[in-house]
């Protein structure tokens, strides 16, 4: 069996001896070709072109970016295997995989061997595919604003402080507390400060913390959205415990300050000004009109 492994060289975990024992520990069980990215969005062109020259799998040495863009590059032509080299990998967590390296590679090569995989339907944001989650407005600008100011000299992500740090200083500032989104989906029309599709839980991680901002989000169905109709300073506090900790606003009585739609098709928003957007942790630019709906062909993950 012959795999292609897309390296991202610049990856949070991945130096050359990472790569080699990743390729070592894979080559027990397959033939593996090794190729790395030297440019944004190229994972996907490489992953288009090995599934045409006949690899019967992706491996992604790389981070949850690296990752969206092969799910972009490819249908569910092959099976997809993730190994996590991004400081967060939310989506090989997601599916289960150890966060070690060596041993997720060794997981990889027995699912290689034994054909174990999980289909996922994915999520897709103005067309652009994605595996866990995608915003418009608060969760989008964090994205950009470590992207842009936060990365070392080797373009390397840095922690999750970092993103935590830039979240509390946009909240501190009372950006994104005004409802400015039109959001309509299922019949419904509402004001909402900002979105966050999730099409599987957890949303993210803090360190080993799993976020679960969207308990009910499982692969199978459509997409939870929660949408904070404000998102005062004053509310901060209150909208974390109910976000994270007892999850009141995804339960049946809800929460007044906070939209939760469970296991929709399709949503479509009209911002009332550009605002940042975001798929797996990948900034998208700014958008106005945009329609999150499900792509049920979806994607094939090794487990």
Same mark, same amino acid.
């Given at each position: ?68 863009? !092969?799910?972009? +590059? ?5 099976? $997809?295997? *993730?190994?996590? /080299? @991004?400081? =967060?990998?939310?989506? %090989? ?77 946009? !909240?501190?500032? +009372? ?5 400015? $989104?039109? *959001?309509?989906? /299922? @019949?419904? =029309?509402?004001?909402? %400060? ?89 900034? *998208? ?19």
């Amino acid at each position: 069996m012959r795999v292609l492994m897309i390296v991202n060289p610049v990856a949070s975990r991945i130096n050359s001896a990472v790569e080699r024992t990743a390729q070592r520990e894979l080559e027990d069980s397959v033939t593996v070709e090794v190729v790395r990215t030297t440019r944004p969005l190229e994972a996907a062109e490489l992953a288009h072109k090995g599934v045409d020259e006949g690899f019967e799998a992706i491996i992604v040495l790389g981070g949850d970016g690296t990752a969206n863009e !092969v799910l972009n +590059g490819i249908g569910a032509e092959v099976p $997809i295997g *993730l190994l996590p /080299g @991004g400081g =967060t990998s939310v989506m %090989a967590r997601n599916l289960g995989l150890p966060p070690s390296i060596p041993a997720a590679a060794r997981r990889l090569g027995v699912a290689l061997r034994e054909g174990t995989e999980r289909h996922v339907r994915v999520g897709r944001i103005n067309g652009r595919r994605f595996a866990f989650n995608a915003g418009v407005g608060l969760d989008a600008e964090v994205v950009r604003r470590v992207d842009g100011r936060e990365r070392t000299a080797k373009r390397r992500r840095p922690p999750d402080v970092a993103f935590a740090r830039e979240l509390l200083k946009l !909240v501190a500032r +009372g950006s994104f507390s005004h409802p400015h $989104i039109m *959001l309509h989906t /299922g @019949g419904q =029309t509402e004001r909402v %400060a900002f979105v966050i599709a999730v099409n599987l839980a957890p949303w993210s991680y803090i360190g080993t913390l799993p976020l679960d901002l969207a308990p009910n989000a499982t692969a199978d169905g459509g997409l939870d959205i929660v949408a904070p109709r404000r998102m005062y300073r004053r509310d901060v506090a209150g909208f974390a415990q109910r976000l994270l900790v007892d999850h009141r606003h995804a339960r049946g009585s809800g929460d007044p300050r906070v939209g939760y739609w469970h296991d929709v098709s399709t949503v479509e928003l009209r911002c009332d000004f550009p605002f940042p957007a975001q798929a797996d942790g990948d900034d *998208l630019g700014d958008v106005m009109d945009v329609l999150i709906d499900v792509d049920r062909a979806g994607a094939r993950y090794l487990i």
